[in-house]
């Protein structure tokens, strides 16, 4: 009796066992895979990628380890980069509202001054007339205690101005207290033509 041959042919059994020879290149890839001892994960990416599974990341040879810290610190940089331009924009118009200021509180300053300047020699105007006047009035006063021929004598030789400021003094004195104003008696008594140019002064606008 002939022997019974196998119903499996041999090309299933050599599939099988190609078969199971990758399974076990793959299982124990895997496991150095896990242990780092080889990246077979890039080797096998386009096999793994068949089955949905990312190979792994890998860094280019020449490329720093640390290039995430780099990038990191790279686009912090960058950030300070342009905080700082906004501080010098900032400060730039900061400067120049400095300058606005600065240059208003000058020109403040000399309006103040050109006041101040202003009001002192007002001041000193007011002084000025003050003094005058209480000259006149004492210059009055004394040429009214006079005989009339010593204050035309006295009078004659001040300018025509002083003349006029005197002789306007004496009849203002003379109204306030209601008494006889000399000054007509004094300008009678002087020659005719400075007689006439005093009183073509006095007609003018009064000035002491």
């Given amino acids: 009796m002939a022997r019974r041959h196998d119903r499996v042919g041999p090309v299933p059994r050599i599939i099988v066992l190609i ?74 118009t900061l400067a120049q509202a400095q300058a606005d200021f600065d240059r208003r509180l000058e020109e403040l300053e000399d309006r103040e001054r050109q006041l101040e300047e202003q009001e002192f020699s ?46 306007r003094i004496t009849d203002e004195l003379a109204e306030e207290e209601g008494e006889f104003s000399l000054a007509s008696v004094w300008l009678a008594q002087f020659p005719p033509e400075r007689a006439a140019r005093v009183q073509r002064l006095m007609a003018q606008r009064p000035e002491l």
């Fill in 122 to 167: 007002f001041n000193e105007r007011v002084r000025s007339y003050e003094n005058r006047r209480a000259n006149l009035e004492r210059n009055a006063r004394t040429l009214q205690n006079m005989t009339p021929a010593q204050a035309v004598a006295i009078l004659q030789g001040y300018e025509d101005q002083d003349v006029v400021s005197i002789l």
């Fill in 19 to 92: 078969l199971l020879i990758l399974a076990l290149l793959g299982g124990g890839a895997f496991w150095l895979d896990l242990l780092g001892v080889v990246d077979a994960r890039t080797a096998l990416r386009p096999v793994l990628s068949l089955f949905g599974i990312a190979p792994r990341l890998e860094l280019p040879e020449d490329e720093d380890p640390l290039l995430l810290e780099q990038l990191r610190n790279q686009r912090l940089g960058q950030a300070l980069d342009t905080r700082e331009q906004e501080l010098d924009r900032r400060e730039e």
